[in-house]
């Protein structure tokens, strides 16, 4: 009701007195021809939108309004159910609209009765909602055609009947599970697949703008939709399910039976989720190389040096590296957890979610600014005693912080298994998540366990307060990319601001004399942080002149029969930034893409972004980088994480 209001307001003074012809989009009726000899005749609802302009399905989604008809038929004529072609998905301000943007047709049948005359004059009185992504104008119009007794059909009907999605002959299931509607279609297992969708006719009952999930189990296609709205049920559903993205698709009515289990998961273009095991090896791997992040290997390698320190016996490193590993692990499930219960309950959110939130960041900020005036040597704290060891409960707070500061990233070994874990059972995608939290504690949980790595560490000296201010600078250029992510997110007097509040908070600790100066400065600082608007969208095309990613601009580059080059980043992203120099903002790539006439969209992923959001988890992706190529006419292809200087410009000169 909300954003039907939202739609009425919006519509201009001049719409309250309507033309006789509406002037947005274009109605007519056409009669496909006379009687059949079975008694029945297809009359055709013919719009035009202007450019710019669409129409809705009889389910418009979050907002819009289906067609009205009413008819005015000769005597004993019944008009039936309006027909539809396949919509597609449009997002307008975080609504879901199921639209047509160009010419379409809705194709009504119509049965006259024995006896009843065989010809004569029809007319309708319809009403419609004409929308752009600003402005949406309600038009109407009375719509006349005739039947005649004889002659030859239109041929224009041809082409409207092979755009309707044919009725599937025998039933789908579906049940109610919770928070989710899980629907079974019977398809052929032989039947090949782009990136399904299912329209559902029935109101209030699905959230239009949520992921769908969908599994191949034998003949059936199992969708998982999750549930929004007023509906509390329903004894039947019915609609339309888009194959791919070209048109095709079926219509479905679905009544309530089990719903098979199990089968194979289809991410965007078909592809199968790896073996668990397999999805398990990934994390562990993505997780051990995680300890290569410049914000987490100096806190690995102080920590892995108090293993080393005089007197320390093999019990006390045994204990010391299972506290480390339980911290590492319960920050890691403790984030899975977040993260697979906020998208349970409808938040469109991946991996890496926390640096899409400001407050977060500067959280992050502060952590590392004053990880830094502590290797620097500017105060002690006992959890971060990292070289004069503080027992189990140091060596727990270190994992707890390394994981803290490494899990917003990702790698190529952990990116399809955290992608899985969002799409598996809750119970497989802890595992994963367990996995990953291993992988991260693992080297330190091997010094413990392992005399003869600790006797190949450097012996302690003075020489380690040195090293330990070495490593100070790391945590410091982490600190800088911080402040530089926070000029990104919320502007400029943002990220000072956030400064001062990490400046306050140090002078509180290294500086005791000005401790109340120090938290006056830091509570003054957060007082202003939330008076600070939130800058524009940037725009910037970058080299490749790209253009922002939506649906509709990914449709339509498509539709043009271009090749296009997709990349999914965000500022927050170590790996996607080393690609993008690496491979994507090079002037070869940008002569590459103009000589095979390459379209280049860009989906920033730095602040919450629904649209992406969904984009990647029907791709089987937790988070970026996500990089696809689209050869003209055929599916999108996913590229490695990692790019070579080589990777796009060879493709485009296939092209």
């Known amino acids: 009701m909300l954003a039907l209001l939202m739609l009425w307001l919006v519509v201009p003074a001049a719409a309250q007195a309507q033309p006789e012809r509406p002037t947005n989009i274009v109605g007519e009726l056409v009669a496909q021809g006379p009687v059949a000899a079975d008694g029945t005749v297809t009359l055709a609802l013919n719009f035009r939108p202007k450019p710019g302009w669409h129409g809705y399905w009889s389910n418009p989604g979050d907002a819009g309004l289906g067609m009205e008809l009413a008819w005015e038929l000769p005597e004993g004529w019944t ?129 239009y703008g949520a992921a769908q999930g969908f599994r191949r189990t034998g003949d059936w296609l199992v969708a998982e939709i999750p549930r929004d709205g ?102 890691c499930l403790a984030l899975g957890a977040l993260l697979l219960g906020l998208r349970a309950g409808g938040a469109e959110i991946g991996w890496a ?43 727990f707070s270190t ?9 917003p990233c990702t790698g190529p070994f952990m990116a399809a298994a955290m992608g899985a874990a969002l799409l598996l059972p809750w119970w497989q995608g802890m595992l994963l998540f367990a996995a990953l939290g291993l992988g991260l504690a693992l080297p330190f949980l091997l010094l413990g366990f392992v005399p003869a790595l600790r006797k190949r560490l450097p012996k302690p000296g003075k020489w380690m307060d040195v090293f330990r201010k070495v490593l100070a600078v790391p ?39 000005y401790r109340l100066a120090g938290a006056g400065l830091a509570a003054v600082a957060v007082a202003a942080l939330t008076q600070i608007p939130e800058p524009p969208v940037r725009t910037d095309a970058g080299l490749l002149a790209a253009v922002p990613y939506s649906d509709t601009a990914l449709a339509e580059a498509r539709a043009a029969g271009k090749p296009v080059f997709v990349w999914f980043t965000a500022d927050w992203c170590l790996t996607c930034k080393v690609n993008e120099g690496v491979a994507i903002e ?40 996500l990089y696809l190529w689209y050869a003209p006419g055929k599916d999108g ?17 296939q092209s």
Request: proline share 7%; net charge negative.
């Open 586 to 625: 090079r002037e070869a790539t940008r002569e590459a893409f103009e000589q095979a006439g390459v379209v280049a969209m860009r989906g920033d992923w730095t602040r919450r972004d629904p649209a992406i959001t969904r984009f990647l988890t029907a791709h089987g992706a937790a988070g970026v980088p």
């Open 353 to 395: 979610f926390q640096l899409q939130e400001p407050g977060v960041v500067v959280a992050l900020l502060v952590l590392a600014v004053a990880i830094t005036a502590n290797f620097a040597g500017l105060y002690e704290l006992p959890s971060l005693s990292f070289t004069r060891g503080g027992g189990r409960a140091s060596a």
């Open 475 to 513: 945590m410091g250029l982490t600190a800088l990319a911080l402040l530089w992510l926070l000029w990104q997110l919320g502007g400029p007097w943002f990220a000072v601001v956030s400064a001062l509040v990490a400046a306050g908070l140090v002078v509180v600790l290294a500086r005791p004399r």
């Open 230 to 331: 007023l509906a509390e049920g329903a004894e039947a559903l019915s609609g339309i399910l888009s194959l791919d993205e070209a048109g095709n698709g079926v219509t479905f009515v679905a009544e309530p039976g089990a719903i098979p289990t199990g089968g194979t998961v289809i991410g965007g273009p078909a592809q199968a989720l790896a073996p668990l095991w397999l999805l398990l090896g990934g994390a562990l791997l993505g997780g051990l190389v995680l300890n290569l992040m410049p914000c987490v290997f100096p806190i690995l390698s102080l920590k892995a040096l108090s293993l080393a320190r005089a007197g320390e016996s093999q019990a006390d490193a045994r204990r010391d590296g299972l506290a480390y590993t339980a911290g590492v692990m319960l920050a």
């Open 79 to 207: 008009a039936g159910e309006p027909l539809y072609p396949v919509p597609h998905r449009l997002e307008i301000a975080g609504l879901m609209n199921h639209v047509y943007e160009g010419n379409y047709a809705v194709l009504v049948p119509v049965r006259i009765a024995p006896g009843a005359a065989r010809d004569g004059a029809v007319s309708v009185a319809a009403d419609w909602l004409a929308c752009t992504d600003k402005i949406c104008v309600p038009e109407s119009a009375t719509l006349s055609a005739r039947v005649p007794a004889g002659g030859a059909p239109d041929a224009r009907f041809a082409a409207w009947q092979a755009a309707l999605p044919p009725l599937l002959d025998r039933p789908a299931r579906f049940e109610l599970a919770g928070n989710t509607v899980r629907l079974a279609v019977p398809l052929p297992a032989s039947l090949a697949l782009g990136e399904p969708h299912v329209f559902l006719r029935t109101e209030q009952l699905i959230d």
């Open 637 to 653: 292809e996913v590229l490695p994480q990692v790019l070579t200087p080589d990777s796009i410009t060879a493709l485009a000169a």
């Open 399 to 407: 994992g707890l912080l390394a994981a803290f500061v490494a899990t």
